[in-house]
């Protein structure tokens, strides 16, 4: 079971991405996180980062109750919208997922979804 720090969901971003050239702000439990879009990782690549982290990408997802789907050997974690996939950065200490992107055309959207502290 994976202890979380805090969980969302809660929108930090919806737009048009091509636009967005500066950090995305939002708060939780008073403490100010500050990301770019451009830093998400994808989940997939949890494995491949060389963290020794106590969950894995399926842990997560399920945890998050959001689904993965297998074709074949490949696995995609889902967010919480249709259209997103599930992203990560470490910021500070915590290892923040989010669901991001094209939600409709030309408009992306980037959900948090929780926070570890690792």
Do not use: W
Request: aromatic share 14%; net charge neutral; hydrophobic share 45%.
């Amino acid at each position: 079971m994976i202890n979380f720090y805090e969980l969302g969901p809660m929108t930090v971003f919806d737009g048009d991405v091509a636009l967005q050239n500066k950090p995305l702000i939002f708060s939780i439990q008073g403490r100010v996180v500050s990301f770019s879009i451009n830093e998400l990782i994808s989940l997939d690549k949890l494995g491949d980062i060389g963290l020794n982290l106590p969950f894995n990408a399926d842990d997560l997802s399920l945890s998050l109750s959001l689904p993965v789907t297998k074709l074949g050997t490949l696995k995609i974690h889902k967010g919480s919208k249709q259209g997103l996939k599930l992203y990560f950065s470490i910021i500070d200490g915590y290892f923040y997922v989010f669901s991001f992107g094209e939600y409709q055309s030309g408009r992306f959207l980037c959900v948090f979804e929780g926070a570890i502290k690792v």
